[in-house]
């Protein structure tokens, strides 16, 4: 079998093209979507994901502002800005880009954004209402997979899903969006003991690992589907430099029905979904506003 490929960059233009039409319906109504973010530090690999969030909100026509502090400012002032931006009824989404220096417990800081601007969706009362089902900020990577699922009309009642990661920001909101949507979910981690016992026996596989080519074609089922979340940089060798994900591609497609590729799989659907939630968060305020 040779698998298809869900090809996420394709996806995401068409549901950005979908959401600056719903931007600019909403801000001839009078509100322009507006997101805040907020970095602390220089971090290479945080630069190039604030700076595409940054372009990727301005194509779609939502606002963006952002503030820049030095690695070591005080977590006074970042809690101040945190504030000022809660109060601010212009502005509908604030991120803090993660990970923070040493100075700052990232969960007080991600517990300090008002729920109604938390488009990350890292906040703990957003995470209990995701895994009760309420409306809530879906944490927008796997907000991305579930949209993935959705367009490639993959059944997930009743499917037997395994996700490899248990992190919170993937691995379980992951997990409880797919409890949610009826499938019967398995995390597994660095202590889960014969991972591969587990992935071979499902639908869908969900790799949030860290580790490059982690999933091998013997650990898929035939017809599988499988969704790739990792990003990493291929340290030495000839590749050296090069992008991969946590599932080697070449031999995987060959077993799945259905395969992410990295980059251009799980990457650009991320940036897509942080656009929908603050889009959703400016459409929420302008309902309330009435
Ligand atoms: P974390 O490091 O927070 O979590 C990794 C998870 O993998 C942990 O739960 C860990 O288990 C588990 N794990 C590690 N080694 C093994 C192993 N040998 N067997 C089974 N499980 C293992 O990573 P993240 O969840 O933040 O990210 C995962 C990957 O996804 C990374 O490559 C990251 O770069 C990428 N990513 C991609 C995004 C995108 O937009 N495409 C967005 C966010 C992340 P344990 O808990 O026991 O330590």
Redesign the pocket.
């Known amino acids: 079998m040779t698998a298809r490929i869900l090809d996420g960059k394709a996806l995401a233009e068409r549901v950005r093209n979908d959401i600056a039409a719903r931007t600019a319906a909403l801000a001839q109504r009078g509100v322009q979507p507006c997101l805040a973010v907020i970095v602390v530090g220089v971090n290479p690999a945080s630069a190039v994901y604030v700076r595409n969030k940054v372009a990727a909100c301005e194509a779609a026509g939502i606002r963006s502002l952002r503030f820049d502090y030095a690695a070591d400012a005080s977590c006074d002032e970042v809690f101040a800005r945190i504030a000022a931006l809660n109060a601010d009824a212009s502005v509908h989404g604030i991120l803090v880009q993660l990970p923070l220096p040493p100075q700052f417990d990232e969960q007080a800081v991600l517990e300090a954004i008002a729920l109604e601007k938390d488009v990350d969706g890292f906040h703990a009362e957003n995470v209990g209402r995701l895994s009760q089902g309420q409306e809530c900020f879906i944490p ?2 796997p907000h ?1 997979v579930m949209k993935m699922f959705e367009a490639e009309g993959v059944p997930l009642q009743g499917a037997e899903a395994v996700v ?8 379980k909101p992951m997990a409880m969006l797919l409890t949610n949507a009826g499938a019967t979910v398995t995390v ?5 003991r014969d ?1 591969a016992a587990h992935t071979r026996r499902a639908d869908i596989v969900v790799a ?4 490059p080519r ?1 999933v091998t074609a013997d650990m898929v089922k035939p017809g599988a589907v499988v969704i790739d ?4 940089r291929i340290e030495s060798g000839p590749e050296a430099g090069k992008l991969c ?2 599932v080697d591609f070449a031999s995987v497609a060959e077993v799945a029905s259905l395969v992410t590729p ?1 980059p251009g ?3 650009p ?3 897509t979904m942080l656009l929908e939630n603050t889009l959703e968060a400016a459409a929420r305020a302008a309902r309330k506003r009435g």
Do not use: E, P
Not at 164 to 171: A, W
Not at 188 to 192: A, V, Y
Not at 229 to 232: A, D, F, L
């Open positions: 927008c990577t991305g490899i990661g248990r992190s919170n920001i993937v691995g597994c981690h660095s202590k889960t991972l949030a690992v860290g580790r982690f979340v990792g990003i990493n994900g946590d990295v799989g799980v990457g659907m991320t940036i």
